[in-house]
Nanobody, 117 residues
């Protein structure tokens, strides 16, 4: 099973983008779905996560601007990004894990988001 992310691109500061991620096959025991990002020269960091129990969590830097959602039946997740800032520039990776043991983790291939005027 592979995760395919899409929706990245170049946007001006203050603009919006919507990232989407879909699984190429069925992920049994789907648990959390969310997004990480990695900026040049920095470590990969959690951006937003939608747990299997239905709760969401966000990095402090994106609270109030980004919204993560999921469709468990379709096994998709989206990240709506508003009021984008230059510091949001990074490669964004979708992420999924399972609750069935052995716990499995899946990563998307990454999609570039560039915020620049």
């Amino acid at each position: 099973v592979q995760l395919q992310a899409s929706g990245g691109g170049l946007v001006q500061p203050g603009g919006s983008l919507r990232l989407s991620c879909a699984a190429s096959g069925i992920i049994f025991g789907l648990n959390a779905m969310g997004w990480y990002r990695q900026a040049p020269g920095k470590q990969r960091e959690l951006v937003a996560m939608f747990s299997g129990g239905g709760t969401t969590s966000y990095a402090d830097s994106v609270k109030g601007r980004f919204t993560v959602s999921r469709d468990s039946a379709q096994q998709t997740t989206t990240l709506q990004m508003n009021s984008l800032k230059p510091e949001d520039t990074a490669v964004y990776y979708c992420y999924v894990n399972t609750y069935l043991r052995p716990i499995r983790e899946y990563w998307g291939q990454g999609t570039q988001v560039t915020v620049s005027s």
